[in-house]
């Protein structure tokens, strides 16, 4: 099935020009652009680190297994800004092999990893504007924080995951504009135990109306509906319908932000559910110096276990990426996701994860980047078997030319 997902992704890609990536599709404030405001020439890098990685589940599982190996990851990336004012694009592409020393139980030793984004606008005139955001990934997970709206919090082996954003906006006033989108994600394991009640894709179609109040404000109503296809498990396939009002508002040329509340309509073939929806998301960013992006998310989500029929619940996460001189860079971020799964056989089940993550950058060299990082996540459940804990360090660095 993955021939399918992928076929589905760059077919979007084909027809939509796509773009970059927002939250990695759990947040779907519509009306979001890439950042184009600065000029990055073509630049290549290549990468290399090693470390130790050490998760352990708190009871016995002959479906997950331990990990306490070390490991050793090389890769290579490319990216590409051109801020031009009507038709601003970039690019960028990265791939790395990761080898465990002991192996993962269940998985195997070698691990593949890439990733490919491209952002993409147009302004046809003042008033008319495209824009479209592509995000794809193969890899293993979590490795990062729960960002996607498709995965979990265990480690279940290779993933392929795809985002593709298309909008276009259209002010019929100075303070009254319309925004019309098109979503297209999709997730496929390459374990087939996984694959059966977690490989699926959605379609999500949104329309806002948006009433400039202030040159910082604007007030939103919006719809959307949602629909979500499992490509082995069609009876956990389901759709939603969403009324939402919310608020943008940019503080200054360097932070703006957007929420939407409302409520979520849910329903698959077996219940139908109304239940409160809410998102927002933040960004801030003063030139290359200092990132900050939080986002957080209520509402229904597609990380349904075999023979449960919803899973509600909340995720939020933060990352800040800091240059605290020309040669000193720290970053981390901390996530945390809360489900419910519903509807099953047997008791409702309850997860929470929390990911944490810290590493600091030394510039060597004008083209010589060291780095070290640290992660922690871990899971607490009434299901005793996905309980687990996970420390992760690594040192490396990365040459650019």
């Known amino acids: 099935m993955r021939s399918k997902l992928a076929m589905l992704i760059l077919a979007a890609a084909a027809v939509l020009s796509p773009a970059a990536l927002r939250a990695q599709g759990l947040v779907a404030i519509q009306n979001y652009s890439a950042d184009f405001r600065t000029e990055e020439p073509l630049a290549f890098s290549m ?33 590409y800004t051109h801020a031009d004012r009507t038709t601003p694009y970039s690019f960028s592409l990265e791939g790395s092999v990761l080898e465990y020393v002991k192996g993962v139980p269940t998985y195997g030793s070698t691990f593949y990893n890439a990733r490919a984004t491209f952002n993409f606008e147009h302004q046809f005139s003042e008033r008319l504007k495209m824009s479209n ?42 303070r009254f504009s319309t925004t019309t989108s098109y979503t297209i994600d999709g997730i496929e394991y390459q374990n087939s135990a996984v694959a ?3 490989n699926r894709y959605s379609h999500l179609f949104a329309q806002q109306f948006a009433y400039k109040v202030s040159k910082q404000t604007s007030l939103t109503v919006e719809y959307r509906y949602r629909l979500t296809e499992y490509t082995k498990s069609a009876f956990q396939n389901y759709h939603s319908n969403f009324a939402l009002v919310g608020v943008d508002h940019a503080w200054s040329e360097n932070m703006s932000g957007s929420a939407r509340v409302g409520a ?24 290359r110096q200092t990132q900050l992006r939080w986002f957080a998310m209520l509402g229904f989500n597609g990380a349904v276990y075999s023979g449960y029929t919803s899973s509600y619940g909340v995720n939020t996460g933060v990352q800040l990426n800091h240059q605290v001189t020309k040669r000193f860079s720290v970053n981390g971020g901390v996530s945390y996701a ?9 008791a409702d089940q309850t997860q929470d994860a929390v990911f944490i993550n810290a590493g600091i950058g030394y510039q060597l060299l004008d083209n010589l980047n060291l780095n ?3 992660s922690f996540s ?17 040192v490396g660095a990365t040459a650019t030319f």
């Open 47 to 79: 990468s290399a680190n090693t470390g130790y990685d050490m998760l352990k589940y708190k009871a016995p599982s002959a479906q997950y297994g331990n990990i306490e190996s070390a490991y050793g990851q090389i890769g290579g990336a490319t990216s």
């Open 133 to 174: 955001n592509f995000y794809l990934t193969y890899g293993t997970n979590p490795n990062t924080a729960f960002g996607y709206g498709a995965t979990s919090a265990l480690w279940n082996g290779q993933f392929l995951y795809g985002y593709n954003n298309f909008n276009v906006s259209y002010a019929w006033s100075p």
């Open 196 to 198: 059966l009640s977690q």
């Open 264 to 287: 979520e309509f849910y329903q698959n073939a077996k219940v139908s559910k109304t239940r409160p929806y809410a998102e927002a998301a933040v960004n801030y960013a003063v030139a």
């Open 338 to 346: 809360h489900s419910l799964l519903s509807g099953g056989p047997i």
């Open 372 to 374: 070290a990082n640290y």
């Open 378 to 394: 871990t899971q607490l459940s009434n299901n005793p078997l996905v309980e687990f804990n996970r420390n992760r360090v690594s």
